[in-house]
Structures are given as C-alpha cells and as structure tokens.
C-alpha cells in the first residue's frame, strides 16, 4: 500500500511570492490534513478536507488555503510569502470517522524556505 | 483551548537503558485520545502508542509504554531497552473524541549514545 505522497519535498521561493504543495493521500482515506511544523515548534493545526470540503481551519490568515479534489488528493496554497512561512509543511490523511478514531498516516513533508 | 507540553526539549538514554519523556495536557473534556508520535530525520511522523482516556489501563506497544494519568493530565512515555533507532524526535497529541485536529506539544528530541 502506498503512503501518503508530498510533493515537491523541497522548495525555495522569494518573499512575496506564492506557492502550492500537493498531498495524495492514501487510497480509501477520504480526509487529508494539513500541519505547518516551524523550527523549533510542534505542529500546528492548518487545515481539514474532508469529501471535497473544507471541514476546520487553524489559527493562520487567509493567505493559506487549499482545496480537495474529487480524488480526494489535496493542495496547499500559501500567497504572499512571508520569511516565517518558512518551515516543513506535513500532509496527513485518514477514514473519516463520525466517532471513535482512524488514525493519521503522515506523508515526508515539504520543506519551504521563504528568502 | 486544549494545550499540551512537553517540557524536555531533549534527553539523551543509553543504549539498553530506560528512559522516560514527560508530557502534560490540559482538556475540560473527560473523553479524548492521547498519543506519542515519533520523527526521525526521514521527517515522517510514526504513531508509536496511543491511549483511550475511558481506559484505566495503561497502553503498550512492545519497548513502548505509557504512564496515564488522568486526574493529574499527565501522559509519559517509556521506552524500555533503548535502541540507537529510536533517536528521534518524539511528539506528545491530544485529540477529542468528536474532534479532527490532533493537537501537538512542542517535542522532545532523543539521542541514544552507543
């Protein structure tokens, strides 16, 4: 079974540019998942897909968003690059479960450095 | 807002020993999940043990076992029997029984010296 597949694993862009990270999730998950991890810093809760739709948002500006793709692969869009954007941005994906807990498969990250 | 900490930026085992990573959490929810994630420098997040709160008994996963605490929200890690592949940093996450989101600590970067 493949895992969860990031693309493109490193990334080097100008402040002030824009930029997408794909995520293809693991067959049969149906949610992705979204953590930007900064140096230093844990995880932090970015943002949920579920059947296509944007279903929890983290604390970041609206400059971030993305969007799921009917098979169900996910891009992560971030505009107007700042130099604190710069970090290693994690995909997940899961069942999606209306109770109980389908765990998170994380895919290798891509790093993004903001210059 | 759930918090977690984990308030051992590092620490170093020996191979062969034990050693124990501390974290700590704070919920007004009596339901939830709690798990200890690990990453190596291949940067892919590994879950190593997770524990249901409704559970008394303390989760284990092989070298891996956990020291819940539900009254004092403390959630620790042991790893028995050291290995030098267990050098990673180790994340501590909270999630709610009705939630999404995993909720994660700061980390805690293990070495193993030979």
């Known amino acids: 079974e493949a895992g969860v597949t990031q693309s493109p694993t490193h990334l080097i862009k100008t402040r002030g540019q824009q930029v997408t990270l794909r995520c293809s999730p693991i067959s049969g998950h149906t949610s992705v998942y979204w953590y930007q991890q900064a140096l230093g810093l844990g995880l932090q809760f970015l943002l949920w897909?579920?059947?296509?739709?944007?279903?929890n948002r983290g604390n970041f500006p609206p400059r971030f968003s993305g969007r799921q793709f009917p098979n169900y692969s996910s891009e992560l869009n971030v505009n107007a690059l700042e130099l604190e954007d710069s970090a290693l941005y994690l995909c997940?994906?899961?069942?999606?479960?209306?109770?109980?807990?389908?765990?998170?498969?994380f895919g290798n990250g891509t790093r993004l450095t903001v210059t | 807002a759930q918090t977690v900490t984990q308030s051992q930026p590092e620490m170093s085992v020996q191979e062969a020993e034990t050693v124990t990573l501390s974290c700590t959490y704070d919920t007004s929810e009596s339901d939830y999940y709690l798990f200890w994630y690990k990453q190596p420098p291949s940067r892919q997040m590994i879950l190593v043990i997770r524990q249901e709160a409704y559970k008394q008994q303390n989760a284990t996963e092989n070298r891996f076992s956990v020291n819940f605490q539900k009254a004092a929200k403390s959630f620790s890690l042991k790893i028995s029997d050291s290995q030098l592949g267990d050098a990673a940093m180790y994340f501590c996450a909270y999630k709610e029984t009705s939630g999404s989101r995993l909720t994660f600590g700061e980390g805690t970067q293990l070495t193993v010296n030979p």
């Open positions: 997940a994906s899961s069942f999606r479960r209306t109770g109980g807990y389908s765990p998170l498969h």
């Open positions: 897909y579920d059947e296509g739709e944007e279903r």
